[in-house]
């Protein structure tokens, strides 16, 4: 199937999912001004998005099973994918209000639509709440209910761990804070969980394959797969293009803590350390201009594709590795690094 069939199919059972959000809405008497609110809501932030974490519990699914799904297996497996781009639409909407973004997959964030400002803290909080909606709708007679609401929970948990480190480093003064040691801890904690082990996590534990083996298995592919991506993010907000990402790049004026600062920091002279140190995390065009030009300068772009191959050479000889004797298959990997290799937003 074609990436945008793939897409499209995904994408179709939202709107059932959608009327469940809001009929339990409607059940607790949410006023109907409220409710269009929340509809509103739930159609800007979820959609729009590549959705690849989301696709990835279905296609997971499909693979460990060998077989095209029946249409009832591949809703069920797309209502955990769906759970899982409701909890990153969460994530995103308090995200963008927290580095003051102004763009999001192409169009303004929703914190800067007409109308909704801080209001977007709590529509972020309502995207999280609808996750467990969901669970407790069509998961309930499941044997891993429990561990769904486990895992969402604890990988809530370790986002908001890994986003904490973030928003907490960028205000310090000076570059003497960052390290790759603390970069590794953001990167793993704020992105790789919820992005690349929870959609497999989740397929495992739908088809009961969840054993220990089968999951430190799953973990230590996925979370080097998940500091790649993060890495190609942080790039991508420097070096990509905005028509082309959909959002404008932040990172330098923000002052993060992000991969491209850090290999800078190793290599650079006193001489560029200094403009580092004048010219970072300054809400300034004509500073954020010179930081692009030193990176350039330190050929950071030839340095971050000589770690993607690195990088993916690495994570292709552990996918080489799986043991597949309790049910696990090689090939889930493979089709989730595909989905990222060389992209390009």
């Known amino acids: 199937m074609k990436e945008s069939e793939a897409l499209m199919k995904f994408t179709s059972i939202y709107s059932r999912l959608e009327e469940v959000l809001l009929e339990h809405a409607t059940s607790h008497g949410l006023p109907q001004p409220e409710l269009e609110w929340f509809k509103r809501n739930l159609e800007a932030n979820p959609l729009g998005g590549k959705c690849n974490r989301g696709m990835s519990v279905p296609d997971s699914v499909a693979i460990l099973v060998g077989k095209p799904l029946t249409e009832e297996s591949y809703f069920q497996a797309a209502t955990l994918g769906w759970a899982t781009e409701l909890l990153q639409a969460s994530f995103l909407v308090s995200d963008d209000i927290i580095d003051g973004s102004i763009t999001r997959r192409g169009r303004s964030c929703w914190h800067r639509m007409d109308g909704v400002g801080l209001t977007a803290i ?202 597949e004797s309790e049910g696990l298959k090689g090939e889930v990997f493979e089709a989730v690094l595909a989905k990222i290799y060389l992209r390009t937003k």
């Open 122 to 323: 709590n529509d972020s909080i309502m995207l999280e709440s609808a996750v467990y909606i969901l669970l407790q709708r069509f998961f309930r007679d499941h044997p891993a209910y429990t561990e769904f609401m486990e895992l969402f929970h604890e990988t809530t948990f370790q986002t908001e761990m890994g986003q904490l480190c973030d928003l907490l480093m960028a205000p310090k003064d000076g570059l003497d804070h960052f390290s790759m040691d603390k970069y590794r801890f953001i990167v793993v904690y704020k992105t790789a969980y919820y992005s690349f082990y929870l959609p497999v996590a989740l397929a495992l534990y739908f088809l009961g394959l969840a054993t220990p083996k089968n999951l430190q298995q799953a973990s230590s592919i996925l979370i080097p797969m998940g500091e790649y991506f993060q890495i190609q993010d942080d790039y991508l907000d420097c070096f990509g293009s905005s028509s082309h990402t959909g959002k404008v790049g932040t990172d330098i004026r923000d002052n993060k803590c992000s991969w491209l600062v850090n290999q800078a920091l190793e290599i650079v002279t006193p001489a560029q350390r200094k403009i580092l140190e004048e010219n970072y995390g300054q809400k300034d065009d004509s500073k954020e201009a010179a930081v692009k030009e030193l990176f350039r300068e330190l050929n950071l772009p030839e340095r971050y594709h000589e770690f993607e191959e690195a990088q993916v050479a690495k994570i292709r000889s552990m996918i080489e590795k799986v043991n």
